[in-house]
Every structure is written in C-alpha cells, then in structure tokens.
C-alpha cells in the first residue's frame, strides 16, 4: 500500500463540510493522498492541550483544503501507555512503505520527548512504534520531525526545550532503519537566540530569571527545487508568535544553517510546514491566533525561490475560487 492509499475512516463521529474556521487545532500538518485526490489535517487536537486528561490525536478529511469531514481517531493511547497529558504536534510521513506519526508526549517524573508511531494506512490508526522516545531520556524534547537525507539515511529534527537550556536548540538525531531507535548521538544545528529577528520569551514565569530565555519550536525541512534545504521553525518575535527559515549552507540536514534576518510570519501565527497543494502549489500551514482555544489552521500560498521561500501575494489575491484561506496580515513576501 502506497502513500496514496484511501481507505474508509474508522469510528465515524464525523462532521460533513467543516470550515476551517470551526475546527480547533494547533500545529497543523497536511499530508495530501495525489491517488485519492484529497488531504488529510493533522495536529494538536484536545479541547485543552495544556492540562487535564488527554484524549488522542484527531484528523480530518478534505478534497479541495476548503471544507473537512471529521474528526476521525488517527492515535487513541493504548492500555498502560506511559503518557496521559499534553499530546502535542503529530506529524505523518510515509517512508519505506509503511506511515509513521512523530509526536510528542510526556508524563510526570519523566521528560518531554518525541515518540514515533505507525500505522498501515494514512489516517491511523497509530500505533506505538518506537520504544517510547527517541529522544535523549533525560532531555526535555519536544517536535521531533522527520528528514531522509540524500543517501536515503533517516534522521529526526528536534527541539531540545528552553525550559532545560534557556536558549531553545535545534538538534538532529540519526534513526535506525527502521525508525525504531535513535543512532549515536544528537548534533547541534543552532540556538533560538541566532535569529535576529528572534525575542526573549515574556511570561510569568520567565520574569524573575537572570538570563533571556528563548524557544524553538516546530522544525520542518524542505528541499527546493535547487537542491538547497531550509528549515522551518516558530520562535516569538516582535509581534508574538512567528516562524522563521534557517538555510543550510552545505545542502545538509547538519548544515552549518544561517538564520534569515527577518520571519516568514511574524505576528501571533506559527508552527507549520511546507505543503503542496494536488495540483503541484506549495502554500504554508501555521496555526492563528497563538491563544487557546481560539487557534485555527491557515494556509497561505508559497513562491520558491533558488534558495528560500518567500509568501506568495499574488496568489493571495486571486479570485473567491483560490483555495487558499485566512487574512495575509503576519507575513513576509
């Protein structure tokens, strides 16, 4: 079964023609089915993300990125899973015939990290597939994502949290074959404070520390046409929430990566990645605002470059027939 496989959702309790707009989210991630000729919206889906029980992770169905049918159960947590709160950021990436969702769970008395799970089919469900995470037991890590570099080596960008190191760090992790098992050790790639257009995080409980504390959040690599590879990742900036491109200078997931000077998105917006739309388009996701449960995905057409992408404002401004929605009010063309 290949990547565009379609198959009926299991469970339904879904909701035909849903809007966008009625759809709480976070972390949005949308993997299209070219065979089926339809998308499937992934992300932080529970009421309340932050607290409390979690539920699972929910997907959604759409022919057109317009209107989605669902939820769906893409992960529900089997009996004696080690985590039961905060359910955070599932991803889907087919590889070597099989799907795989990298989220991020955690648990008291044990650190945040990024476990991988599996399944047969697109929309789950998921499985347990790693033994628990991948990433280092005693770092507090968070938004693992998956990149095959060009030899075809499997390798998880992930964040090593601003609540351990103070300046949030992008790490790569190398897999095993199988992406069972992390291989060596993590690399460093860069620090959240690198970016200049990057700002210290502003909360209560940040107030009384004696140092500048900065976040990274959200990696997602892409290849441009070009061959050169950036890297998507969400930090504050100085409008809140934003999202902003690291380049590598080798073409390498171990870079070295210069930061860009200024965000791809920079008001109250962020912690997407790169698509394409069935027809070939790159557009960007992003959750808007950054406050729950008010959050939305939204999706904003691309342009690629030789060696970036920039927002696409052409391609806003068309007709009520672009499949593109939400306001281009945070970013940068």
């Excluded at 991630?29 to 993300?49: C, M, Q, R």
Aim: hydrophobic content about 35%; charged content about 20%.
């Amino acid at each position: 079964m290949g990547p565009n496989a379609r198959n009926p959702p299991h469970h339904r309790t879904d909701i035909m023609n849903l809007p966008l707009g009625d759809i709480q989210i976070r972390d949005p991630f949308v993997l299209a089915l070219p065979d089926s000729g339809e998308y499937l919206l992934f992300g932080s889906t529970d009421k309340n993300i932050w607290s409390g029980p979690a539920t699972g992770f929910d997907c959604y169905r759409s022919p057109d990125l317009l209107r989605w049918e669902g939820p769906f159960p893409a992960f529900r947590p089997p009996a004696g899973f080690w985590s039961q709160e905060q359910y955070w950021a599932p991803e889907v990436h087919y590889f070597e015939g099989r799907y795989y969702m990298f989220a991020t769970f955690t648990a008291p008395g044990r650190f945040r990290g990024t476990q991988i799970l599996s399944a047969d089919r697109p929309e789950g469900p998921y499985s347990p597939w790693s033994n628990g995470p991948v990433t280092p037991s005693n770092w507090q890590c968070l938004d693992g994502t998956l990149h095959v570099d060009a030899e075809g080596v499997p390798w998880m960008v992930f964040c090593h949290e601003w609540k351990q190191v103070h300046d949030g760090a992008m790490m790569a992790q190398r897999l095993s074959p199988d992406l069972r098992s992390a291989v060596g050790t993590p690399v460093f790639l860069f620090n959240a404070s690198e970016a200049a257009w990057a700002r210290p995080l502003s909360v209560p409980s940040t107030k009384d520390l004696q140092f500048p504390v900065y976040v990274t959040d959200g990696p997602y690599l892409f290849t441009l046409s070009s061959g050169k590879l950036v890297l998507l990742w969400s930090s504050f900036g100085d409008h809140g929430y934003a999202m902003g491109i690291a380049r590598s200078e080798s073409g390498t997931v171990l870079g070295p990566w210069t930061q860009e000077a200024e965000p791809l998105w920079n008001t109250d917006g962020g912690h997407g990645m790169i698509a394409r739309t069935l027809d070939g388009r790159l557009f960007l996701t992003l959750h808007q605002p950054n406050r729950s449960p008010h959050e939305r995905a939204a999706f904003y057409p691309l342009r690629e470059l030789e060696d970036t992408v920039v927002l696409d404002l052409a391609a806003d401004s068309m007709n009520a027939d672009n499949l593109f929605t939400g306001k281009m009010s945070g970013g940068r063309a």
